[in-house]
């Protein structure tokens, strides 16, 4: 077996896109980071992007779910009520729904 990411960083709560061919999980940025991140990686470890930046206001970035075509991550920030949603393109950050829904370890599905 194979480590993707790093131990020091605490990779958690993983979910991968329809294709199999990205992973998103929540982490450390860094070793020594204030709370989790979301991170996108390929199946064999190569081409790790940073979603989100939002501990630096307060949040954090935990247990994330690829939505149903594929084009974003719903997730759970603890510095926002309810769910949010990141855009895997332009990684900006919305409310999930219309009105806010609390909720934890979010799963969009079925997906078509």
Same mark, same amino acid.
């Given at each position: 077996?194979?480590?993707?990411?790093?131990?020091?960083?605490?990779?958690?709560?993983?979910?991968?896109?329809?294709?199999?061919?990205?992973?998103?999980?929540?982490?450390?940025?860094?070793? @020594? #980071?204030? &709370?989790?991140?979301?991170?996108?990686?390929?199946?064999? =470890?190569?081409? !790790?992007?940073? *979603? %989100?930046?939002?501990?630096?206001?307060?949040?954090?970035?935990?247990?994330?779910?690829?939505?149903? @075509? #594929?084009? &974003?991550?719903?997730?759970?920030?603890?510095?926002?009520? =309810?769910?949010? !949603?990141?855009? *895997? %393109?332009?990684?900006?950050?919305?409310?999930?729904?219309?009105?806010?829904?609390?909720?934890?370890?979010?799963?969009?599905?079925?997906?078509?």
């Amino acid at each position: 077996m194979v480590a993707l990411t790093d131990p020091a960083l605490f990779a958690a709560t993983a979910d991968w896109n329809d294709a199999g061919d990205l992973i998103v999980y929540s982490a450390l940025a860094t070793p @020594d #980071g204030a &709370g989790p991140e979301l991170f996108t990686i390929r199946p064999d =470890g190569t081409r !790790r992007t940073q *979603l %989100t930046s939002v501990v630096a206001g307060g949040g954090t970035a935990e247990e994330p779910s690829f939505d149903r @075509d #594929g084009t &974003g991550v719903v997730f759970v920030d603890r510095g926002e009520p =309810g769910l949010v !949603r990141v855009d *895997l %393109t332009t990684r900006t950050v919305t409310p999930a729904f219309a009105t806010s829904v609390a909720a934890r370890h979010p799963r969009v599905r079925p997906r078509p």
